[in-house]
């Protein structure tokens, strides 16, 4: 499966090379544009399909994930397990639940989120849940580009594992190359 979903990823346009600088303030010689994916409801639908199915048996009360994909995310993974869908916002340096959504205090929550490279998102979506008493039951995402286990101690499915470098900007080959920084989703 993981070399079907990975020709999802190349048709669309999704894996870009150059210079980025991600949310995390890492920079990587590969950016994965998920927005590439999540613009077309069927790609979208499928993936997700690939996370309902694993977590099925899990019993899921609500479906959460971290704005911006997450949200996108979260909304289909809930549709298909038939149940609620919601996202958890920044506020500060947090993430917390508004708009009133709710999580009762023993709900089992499945997060859910887009790629995952330092896991600094997912961790604060997972915070927020436990912040309500919601039991996090465990994390889909779509890639996994994470270099490393992350420690989160969760049951874990990524439709795709893409181990990717990363560096941090003082550490960067691509800087000292003096290859033009990219941050993607900004202006052009």
């Known amino acids: 499966m993981s070399n079907e979903v990975l020709e999802i990823f190349k048709t669309a346009g999704a894996i870009k090379e150059g210079h980025f600088l991600l949310t995390s303030g890492l920079h990587s010689p590969v ?6 994916i999540l613009q077309y409801p069927h790609l979208t639908e499928k993936l997700c399909r690939l996370i309902a199915r694993h977590f099925k048996p899990q ?7 971290p704005t911006t994909g997450g949200i996108i995310l ?8 038939g149940t609620r869908g919601i996202f958890a916002e920044k506020e500060g340096a947090v993430r917390v639940f508004r708009r009133d959504f709710e999580i009762t205090p023993g709900e089992r929550v499945l997060i859910v989120d887009d790629i995952l490279t330092t896991g600094s998102s997912l961790g604060e979506t997972i915070s927020a849940v436990d912040r309500l008493g919601g039991i996090v039951i ?4 779509l890639v996994d580009r994470s270099e490393k286990n992350l420690g989160f101690n969760l049951p874990f499915f990524s439709c795709l594992r893409a181990p990717t470098t990363v560096y941090s900007p003082q550490e960067c080959p691509l800087c000292a190359a003096h290859i033009p920084l990219v941050k993607p989703g900004a202006p052009t």
């Open 59 to 65: 019993k899921i009360d609500v479906v959460a994930g």
């Open 138 to 141: 465990g994390i889909g995402v």
């Open 74 to 81: 979260a909304f289909e993974t809930a549709r298909q397990l």
């Open 31 to 36: 950016y994965w544009e998920k927005f590439r």
